[in-house]
T-cell receptor, first 113, second 113 residues
Framework: QQQVKQSPQSLIVQKGGISIINCAYE??????FPWYQQFPGKGPALLIA?????SEKKEGRFTISFNKSAKQFSLHIMDSQPGDSATYFC????????????FGTGTSLTVIP | ETGVTQTPRHLVMGMTNKKSLKCEQH?????MYWYKQSAKKPLELMFV???????ENNSVPSRFSPECPNSSHLFLHLHTLQPEDSALYLC????????????FGPGTRLTVT
C-alpha cells in the first residue's frame, strides 16, 4: 500500500503562473512533511517542510498548505520560473520511530517561458 | 568536498559482475541511508545505518550488501544483479535517524546488462 500519493505526474505551467502539486497520506501518525526538488543528474534537495501544527508555511515563492483532517498537503509555487523546472517529491515521516521517509512518485514540472 | 558525495556516478555491469558503490558525507552526521530510485516509482528505502550499526533493512535481496565502516562512509556491494536492478541509487545522511532533514548525494546511475 502506497503511504503517500502524489499528483499530477507531470505539470506544464507558463512562466509567472502558479504551480500546484498535491499529496495525500494514510498514516495519521506522520508528523513531518517535506518537499524535495530534484534536478536532472542531482539528488533530491529539501525545498520546504511543514509539521501538522500549522496549516501553511511560506518560504519565498514556495508555500505548503496542510489539511490535517483531509490528510492532504500541497506545494504551491508562485510566479513560476523556467529555473523551477524539476521533479518535485513530497514525503512524510514519523520522526519518533526512526524517521523512515515515505515518498510520493514525483511530479515533473516544466515552466515554459 | 562538501555535503554528500557518491562514486561512481555511472556504472554499467553485467549480471555476473561484482561492484561496489561508495558514499561519503562531510556533514558530521551519524545516520546514513541507501535509497533506490526507479522511474515513476517512489523512492525506496533500502538500508539505514546509525553510528555504523544497521537499523533498517527493508526486505532487500541479498545480492545487495551494505557496509558502513564509520559514520562518514557507506558502501553498497553488488553481485549477481538482475536487469530490474537498474536504477539510480541514492545515498543520504542525517544528523540522527530521528532528525528531520536528510541530505542526498547525486546518486549512482546503475545499468545492469
Amino acid at each position: 500500500q502506497q503511504q503517500v500519493k502524489q499528483s499530477p505526474q507531470s505539470l506544464i505551467v507558463q512562466k509567472g503562473g502558479i504551480s500546484i502539486i498535491n499529496c495525500a497520506y494514510e498514516n495519521t501518525a506522520f508528523d513531518y512533511f517535506p518537499w524535495y526538488q530534484q534536478f536532472p543528474g542531482k539528488g533530491p534537495a529539501l525545498l520546504i517542510a511543514i509539521r501538522p501544527d500549522v496549516s501553511e508555511k511560506k518560504e519565498g515563492r514556495f508555500t505548503i498548505s496542510f489539511n490535517k483532517s483531509a490528510k492532504q498537503f500541497s506545494l504551491h509555487i508562485m510566479d513560476s520560473q523556467p529555473g523551477d523546472s524539476a521533479t518535485y517529491f513530497c514525503a512524510a515521516s514519523q520522526t519518533n520511530t526512526g524517521n523512515q521517509f515515505y515518498f510520493g512518485t514525483g511530479t515533473s514540472l516544466t515552466v515554459i517561458p | 568536498e562538501t555535503g554528500v558525495t557518491q562514486t561512481p556516478r555511472h556504472l554499467v555491469m553485467g549480471m555476473t559482475n561484482k561492484k561496489s558503490l561508495k558514499c561519503e558525507q562531510h556533514l558530521g552526521h551519524n545516520a546514513m541511508y541507501w535509497y533506490k530510485q526507479s522511474a515513476k516509482k517512489p523512492l525506496e528505502l533500502m538500508f539505514v545505518y546509525s553510528l555504523e550499526e544497521r537499523v533498517e533493512n527493508n526486505s532487500v535481496p541479498s545480492r545487495f550488501s551494505p557496509e558502513c565502516p564509520n559514520s562518514s562512509h557507506l558502501f553498497l556491494h553488488l553481485h549477481t544483479l538482475q536487469p530490474e536492478d537498474s536504477a539510480l541509487y541514492l545515498c543520504a545522511s542525517s544528523l540522527w535517524t530521528s532528525a528531520s532533514e536528510q541530505y542526498f548525494g547525486p546518486g549512482t546511475r546503475l545499468t545492469v546488462t
